[in-house]
């Protein structure tokens, strides 16, 4: 079985960074897709950002630019560098592992918060 472990959240004022990171252990099938969501008090979860094995990347509109997810497929572990930080980015941030054109499914992480305030 597959466990994912997130690190990295924790209360940052805004304009201000954090980098975190999932890692991922078990039986793990490439080609795969490794994903940020986020999910905010009384909103839906959403998609952050993502990055398949082979590289390709997908942001959130609210995110383009301020965000970026990287990954090392030799660890498999996945990274969200995350700048420019504002208020309504606070939300837990969920890791997910999924096959490559099923983003979303498969194996979550336990999610790790983020709180941007002064």
């Known amino acids: 079985q597959v466990q994912l472990v997130e690190s990295g959240g924790g209360l940052v004022p805004p304009g201000g960074s954090l980098r975190l990171s999932c890692a991922a252990s078990?039986?793990?099938?490439?080609?795969?897709?490794m994903g940020w969501y986020r999910q905010a008090a009384g909103k839906q979860r959403e998609l952050v950002a993502s990055m398949t094995s082979d590289g390709t990347t997908n942001y959130s509109d609210s995110v383009q630019g301020r965000f970026t997810v990287s990954r090392d497929n030799a660890k498999n572990t996945v990274y969200l560098q995350m700048n420019s930080l504002k208020p309504e980015d606070t939300a837990v941030y969920y890791c997910?592992?999924?096959?490559?054109?099923?983003?979303?499914?498969?194996?979550w992480g336990q999610g790790t918060q983020v709180t941007v305030s002064s």
């Open positions: 078990g039986y793990i099938l490439r080609p795969d897709v």
């Open positions: 997910n592992l999924a096959v490559r054109w099923r983003p979303g499914t498969g194996y």
